[in-house]
């Protein structure tokens, strides 16, 4: 059973360090290209998205030139490394997250560098029948978690998108992260290196500028991750996943400002994220890790940011230069949050009167 440290900040469960990210990103690509030798039609599309992915991506995780430069691992040096940071980290949390990141991974989202391109890359169909089979056999081998997670996470994720949006998706996990992901695009287009983009998914992209910077904003959402702005956060902390996003994380170099951004601008994301947030709490902090302690204290501060957020809502609605638009996607944003978290405290609270049962 996990436990963390008191002196550490709840934020940091949901951080990735670099080594950490290049793991994950290393996953996914190697599920897109089992979908690409695996596909009848458009290989050359899907091998064009994929380029242009894989060299965003290389772009963010080689912004650092003091660091030993990243590349895509092959499946066994893949185990390895994680075998690697099993012996370093304090507790499995990162595995979980990167886990669960793989599961929901859909790839062929908008890259921000062209608009013909993105709408080809909008047409193209992943078929993830064996992605599932893969990621099971890989955590069997790496044997830190129980492979039966990844099938909870996939069906609690499901769940929670339909509770939270009060309708029965008929449509693919990874498509409500597509859509997202092509608002993003849609709110980032324009003038300049996306502003939006770069709020939201940081700032830090040592030499990038523009369209690039952009793309590997977007390359980095798509695959999961929101870039942390500034420093990084402790413990060397690169990028925030899981729907921690949420929590007021220093995400574009400051808490409210950004998180207030895309819950204004973007629900689909806010969606997204406060789905991958119930993931967390139920499937990993409390039934893997029985860490109730942890638990508590994300709700909390997930609590907090909502009453932030109605404050932001409510300065929006007296401000003489009124944003419908701009209200309307918040209010629906902290609609969904608020479920959320009313779905997680309920959760909790059962699993708290189990344990006295129990006791």
């Not at 990735?16 to 994950?24: F, M, N, S, V």
């Not at 596909?39 to 894989?54: D, F, I, Q, T």
């Not at 895509?72 to 886990?99: A, H």
């Not at 693919?172 to 290196?193: N, P």
Request: hydrophobic share 45%.
């Amino acid at each position: 059973m996990d436990k963390f440290k008191e002196n550490n900040n709840v934020l940091s469960m949901f951080g990735l360090t670099r080594e950490q990210l290049g793991i994950l990103f290393s996953i996914e690509k190697l599920l897109v290209e089992k979908d690409i030798e695996a596909s009848k039609k458009r290989k050359a599309e899907k091998l064009m998205w994929l380029n242009g992915w894989s060299s965003s991506i290389l772009d963010y995780l080689n912004n650092d030139s003091s660091e030993k430069e990243f590349n895509f691992m092959p499946l066994v040096e893949i185990i390895d490394k994680i075998g690697e940071q099993k012996s370093k980290s304090i507790n499995n949390t990162w595995y979980y997250l990167t886990i669960l990141e793989a599961t929901l991974f859909e790839p062929y989202t908008a890259l921000g560098k062209n608009k013909d391109d993105d709408k080809t890359f909008s047409k193209l169909k992943y078929k993830d029948n064996d992605k599932i089979n893969f990621i099971k056999s890989m955590v069997k081998n790496s044997e830190i978690m129980d492979e039966m997670f990844v099938d909870r996470f996939k069906d609690t994720y499901k769940k929670s998108l339909n509770k939270i949006s009060g309708k029965y998706l008929k449509i693919g996990l990874g498509v409500v992260s597509v859509v997202a992901i092509a608002a993003i695009a849609a709110a980032t287009a324009g003038a300049g290196a996306g502003p939006i983009a770069v709020a939201i998914f940081g700032s830090q992209f040592t030499g990038l500028s523009g369209a690039a910077l952009t793309s590997a904003c977007l390359a980095m959402a798509g695959g999961g991750a929101i870039a942390v702005g500034g420093a990084g956060m402790a413990g060397g902390v690169m990028a925030i996943v899981g729907g921690g996003a949420l929590l007021g994380t220093a995400v574009g170099g400051a808490a409210v400002g950004a998180t207030s951004l895309f819950v204004s601008s973007i629900p689909q994301l806010t969606l997204t994220q406060a789905a991958k947030l119930e993931v967390v709490l139920k499937e990993i902090v409390i039934n893997a890790q029985e860490d109730i302690k942890s638990a508590q204290e994300v709700l909390a501060n997930y609590k907090d940011q909502i009453v932030k957020l109605n404050g932001e809502l409510g300065k929006l609605k007296l401000s003489k230069e009124k944003n419908k638009d701009e209200i309307k996607n918040m209010k629906k944003s902290i609609e969904y949050m608020e479920k959320a978290y009313k779905d997680i405290m309920v959760f909790l609270s059962s699993y708290e009167i189990g344990i006295m049962h129990e006791d």
